[in-house]
């Protein structure tokens, strides 16, 4: 290449260099609980690149201001760790693509099967159950684009919209205008006068937009004892009889009442629900609608009792080390020695606040110039369960979908531990030879 080419390659270099930064998000993140806000969430799914590992030689020799860049893109890339399946979160995945996708492709007028998804708070039930229906999305829009065969129709006084899947939360004190609300506020349609006309536009919205899944997250924060949430359930029932694969989404649903019939006791004015006998309802020869229409899956955190659970726990951890862009930190930072059983005391093996107490350490690596993740900087630490930023991400407490753990450091030199030291993340080594 001549000097010319040279010197315009350079200087087409240093323009891209003061251009748009690609790694940054211009604008508030996709909400979902909105058409617009989840087509955006599936289209942009995955697209966030991270950036390059350079050795620490190769980034002292850049100009301050590609340093720069480079540290920004280095923040963005440990604030966007990619979520990793898990083999708790592959049986739901499994799970919900079948249900799916059988229930996309029946032709009989009968009532489908839903699916509640069961876990704790921050073990990623959401985004799993999400990602899982963003997928399915892209395959059934490119099965119905190739083969030209799906057509809507406008419901008048709204707007024309393909959204095979819908997703919705179940509002903090949930009622049935509220959750009307939330699914008539996914696809910008109108309200209605009274009760009666939010429900029937909230289905025929359902029905128009050609919506084959719909999510309604935080499905616990019904309380059965309250007349309002009984009939809130009611409601999300009467849905059932439609062409659509209901997903609902909640913390601990087998103590929530959601899998019972109930009765209203008039001298008490409260909702009265019978133990439960060998996983029944109170009544075993009702036809409880809930029970028998729904299979529930469970989500939970990793469990450290068995080998074949510690495995997966450091196998986790060796897919979030290969993400880490700090110049200290290399194989093995956070998947040997005490490192995984530090980790899996301080968070109990739940994947939301393991991924907390990782972001917020990669943060203080590069500030502190430390450039790895050490226990004692993770000790520093503190999980604060309560500061979730985002509007979206708001949690009840009530509900349990803030976990109730211990997320404390560990014990200060003097403090005797509460607990022994788990060996089983311990490497034995090679055996010896065996003497001749």
Not at 140 to 155: G, P
Not at 206 to 221: A, C, M, N, Q, S
Not at 301 to 315: I, M, Y
Request: glycine fraction near 10%; charge should be negative; aromatic fraction near 6%.
């Amino acid at each position: 290449m001549s000097d010319e080419g040279t010197a315009g390659a350079d200087e087409g270099a240093a323009r891209a260099a003061d251009g748009p930064v690609p790694f940054l998000r211009f604008g508030p993140r996709p909400d979902r609980t909105t058409y617009e806000g989840w087509q955006e969430f599936r289209k942009t799914r995955g697209l966030f690149v991270p950036v390059k590992k350079i050795t620490l030689a190769e980034y002292r020799r850049m100009s301050p201001r590609k340093k720069s860049l480079h540290d920004l893109h280095r923040a963005a890339t440990h604030v966007n760790l990619r979520l990793q399946q898990t083999p708790m979160s592959e049986a739901v995945t499994a799970l919900m693509r079948s249900r799916i996708q059988n229930n996309a492709m029946r032709f009989d007028p009968s009532t489908l099967d839903g699916l509640m998804i069961n876990g704790g708070g921050y073990q990623g039930k959401t985004e799993t159950a999400c990602l899982t229906a963003a997928e399915f999305e892209d395959d059934w829009r490119v099965l119905f684009e190739e083969y030209r065969a799906y057509h809507l129709d406008a419901m008048p006084g709204t707007r024309n919209l393909s959204a095979p899947v819908a997703y919705c939360q179940t509002p903090i004190k949930a009622t049935p205008i509220g959750l009307c609300e939330a699914i008539l506020d996914f696809y910008g349609a109108p309200y209605g006068r009274n009760l009666r006309g939010m429900i029937r536009n909230a289905r025929e919205s359902i029905k128009v937009h050609g919506t084959t899944v719909l999510i309604i997250d935080d499905i616990t924060r019904l309380k059965m004892h309250r007349e309002d949430d009984q009939d809130t359930l009611d409601l999300i029932r009467g849905l059932m009889d439609l062409d659509v694969t209901l997903v609902l989404i909640g913390v601990n649903i087998p103590r929530s009442g959601l899998l019972r019939e109930g009765w209203h006791d008039p001298r008490t004015k409260q909702w009265v629900y019978a133990p439960l006998k060998k996983g029944k309802s109170y009544n075993p020869e009702a036809s409880t609608q809930t029970e028998r229409r729904f299979d529930m899956v469970d989500l939970d955190p990793f469990d450290d009792s068995t080998p074949a659970g510690t495995e997966a726990f450091v196998q986790h951890l060796v897919g979030i080390e290969n993400q880490i862009r700090l110049f200290g930190a290399g194989p093995g930072t956070l998947s040997a020695g005490d490192m995984p059983e530090y980790l899996f005391r301080r968070t109990h093996g739940i994947v939301g606040l393991l991924r907390r107490l990782i972001e917020d350490g990669l943060v203080k690596a590069m500030e502190s110039g430390l450039e790895n993740l050490t226990t004692d900087l993770l000790d520093e630490i503190t999980i604060n369960l309560g500061n979730v930023p985002g509007h979206d991400d708001i949690r009840d407490a009530d509900a349990g979908e803030i976990p109730d753990v211990d997320t404390a450091p560990r014990p200060g030199p003097g403090k005797k531990p509460k607990k022994g030291r788990n060996t089983v993340y311990d490497d034995p080594g090679t055996p010896p030879a065996a003497e001749a």
